[in-house]
């Protein structure tokens, strides 16, 4: 494969540019879900709309942006007002018709022209502290407004999107909007005030240099349009190119320990070298792209300087212009240019932030959860009784995972799916829990359709324990108040002893105030399990998920665990997913899936005695896939 080949391979890969491809397996391991990978990259949909959606965010301070605004006014009136001063400084005290200078009128003169000068400081200072509140409670609201989104987004986006690429929203996008924000919304006001005041001086002053300055103006400005055209694009590229680089660290770092197993060091070295040389790239067209913009725009204005300064020596040599006025005009042709300059210099940030607005408002455009139904039924506590009625589902359309499942459950019953991997049975407790929704068929709790429940309410009464962990940073009393926020410290050791695992909590160095990072680095694999199966103990959810719970921890480990399970699985109706096919013996109801279909179901021992396809997987004669 060529460098140019891996790049696209791997842009698809993790970031949200280019085509759209699936995504490896997602929480339900190869039968979990493929879909496409975001699409939410590419050229700007609307920039005007972009624009308007992004200052919708500083309108709840229309007040204080006044006052920075007239601020930015005052600052500017002032540094007109102090440069026009020159005229009268030089024609009355310094150089007057009559050849006499005035020491006093000039010390006045300049004493005023400083107080001008300091108004204006003072203006400035003010509007730059307005400013920076005003940005940075508008970056509060942007960051609030993700997060609130991303809780509001279903499993699908997740499983379908790179966490790394997701974060770079928060980092990097957000930053560059921050930064235009603080500068260059002034900026630009200021700058076109300046415009306009300086043109209206340059006017008074002397309006056969002010027509040449015009007349260089078309040009400077259709230069700068050229260039800003030029470099949006790249500017796009570059955020999506940062976006492919966080998403691949974030992948790699997260699974550091299997890049190791399969000494796949090299490789990885390789893949992020392509991937950083890449965003090297487009980060110099972009930068270059930006950055000749204060040096062209700077270059035109030094020309229009030049023949503006020319032809005003020719008219003071004829007697037609005076030599205050050429020394005032000449200046405001300078500053006629500063704030073009600033302005252009300004399109680099930006771009920068318009790319990153769009990235995003294009998570906060996803379709959220569909909401509940206003005539949605509270689900106050289930009985456990579970039917699957003809379900039918795919993660793609034209991918059935599962085809026609039917099964009831009553109350209290412990049943277990087990089959080759790909089979379904994760699937099966994905829609149990809505985070994906049936394509055809019904699902029954108690009798009622899952979809005619509130979701919060179905989801608080399923607990579930996973095989892949997951503790939040925090202590492990936390860890296990997370299955319910308001349980009592009593509560979370009845849950601990519940999951056997208090014992090994009382063994760690600060017992249950044990401070957990890196997702409990600090941990066996086991223990973390007991923790996780502690939390779901505490919810006291009346239907109960294991899925494969058990299948990454040693055996003397596997039964601490399953004694947890079996003191958590009293009096709740259970769902089962192992490969370990001893752990199901003692189950209601063994289902055996295969290609999203039942092949067989029954006791252990019946199972065994059709000697079917459960008696090959059970006696070794035909192993698992």
Not at 75 to 82: E, F, H, I
Not at 255 to 275: A, P, R, S, T
Request: with cysteine.
């Amino acid at each position: 494969m060529t460098r140019e080949e891996r790049l696209e391979h791997l842009l698809k890969k993790y970031s949200y540019g280019g085509k759209q491809e699936t995504k490896g397996p997602g929480p339900g391991g190869p039968g979990g879900p493929h879909g496409p990978r975001g699409g939410m990259g590419g050229k700007p949909k609307n920039t005007k709309q972009t624009f308007k959606r992004l200052f919708s965010y500083i309108s709840a301070y229309k007040g204080l942006l006044i006052v920075g605004l007239l601020c930015v006014v005052l600052s500017t009136v002032s540094t007109l007002a102090g440069s026009y001063m020159l005229r009268p400084i030089i024609n009355d005290f310094i150089a007057p018709e009559n050849g006499q200078g005035n020491l006093q009128g000039l010390a006045i003169a300049l004493v005023v022209m400083a107080g001008v000068y300091a108004l204006g400081i003072i203006a400035t200072y003010f509007q730059s502290r307005i400013m920076v509140h005003i940005s940075q409670n508008a970056l509060q609201k942007i960051r609030d407004d993700l997060y609130g989104k991303m809780q509001q987004l279903p499993i699908r986006f997740f499983d379908t999107n790179s966490h790394g690429e997701l974060m770079s929203r928060y980092t990097n996008d957000v930053d560059n909007i921050g930064d235009m924000l603080n500068n260059t919304v002034t900026s630009i006001f200021s700058g076109v005030l300046t415009l306009v005041g300086t043109l209206s001086m340059m006017l008074y002053t002397n309006v056969w240099l002010t027509l040449i300055t015009l007349v260089f103006l078309p040009l400077i400005a259709k230069a700068g349009g050229a260039i800003a055209s030029y470099s949006r694009r790249f500017f796009r590229e570059q955020q999506v190119a940062l976006g492919a680089v966080n998403g691949y660290i974030e992948e790699s770092v997260t699974g550091q320990k299997v890049v190791k197993v399969f000494n796949h060091e090299e490789i990885c070295e390789e893949e992020f070298d392509v991937l950083n040389r890449d965003l090297r790239d487009k980060q110099i067209r972009a930068q270059f792209s930006g950055g000749i913009m204060g040096p062209v725009m700077g270059n035109l204005s030094q020309i229009t300087y030049a023949v503006t300064a020319g032809v005003g020596g020719v008219l003071c040599a004829l007697k037609k212009f005076d030599i205050g006025g050429l020394t005032v005009f000449v200046n405001f042709s300078r500053q006629f240019s500063r704030p073009i300059n600033e302005i252009s210099q300004q399109m680099t940030t930006i771009f920068s932030a318009l790319a990153g607005a769009e990235r995003v408002f294009a998570v906060m455009d996803q379709e959220p959860e569909k909401k509940d139904a206003p005539s949605a039924l509270p689900m106050e506590s289930s009985q456990g009784k579970v039917e699957l009625c003809h379900v039918t589902f795919g993660y793609e359309p034209e991918k059935v995972i599962l085809k026609d499942i039917t099964l009831q459950v009553q109350p209290g019953q412990k049943i277990a799916f087990v089959g080759s991997t790909g089979a379904g049975k994760t699937t099966i407790t994905n829609l149990l829990n809505r985070f994906y929704d049936i394509d055809q068929g019904k699902i029954l709790i108690d009798g009622v359709d899952i979809r005619d429940y509130r979701r919060d309410d179905l989801r608080r009464n399923i607990a579930m324990v996973l095989q892949d962990t997951h503790l939040f940073t925090g202590t492990v009393r936390e860890n296990i108040r997370y299955g319910r926020l308001d349980a009592t410290d009593e509560e979370v050791i009845a849950a601990a002893k519940t999951a056997s695992a208090h014992s090994f909590i009382m063994r760690l160095s600060d017992g249950y105030d044990t401070m957990l990072t890196g997702d409990g680095a600090n941990l066996s694999q086991g223990q973390r399990q007991l923790l996780n199966i502690a939390r779901a103990a505490l919810s006291k959810a009346p239907i109960l998920v294991l899925d494969e719970a058990t299948s990454s921890v040693d055996t003397r480990t596997e039964m601490h665990i399953e004694h947890g399970m079996d003191r958590l699985m009293k009096n709740r109706t259970t769902f089962v997913i192992a490969h370990r096919l001893s752990t199901v013996r003692n189950a209601d109801c063994i289902y055996v899936l295969e290609h999203g279909e039942i092949m067989e179901s029954g006791s252990h021992q019946e199972l065994l005695a059709q000697h079917g396809r459960y008696y090959e997987l059970y006696t070794g004669k035909k192993e698992l896939d």
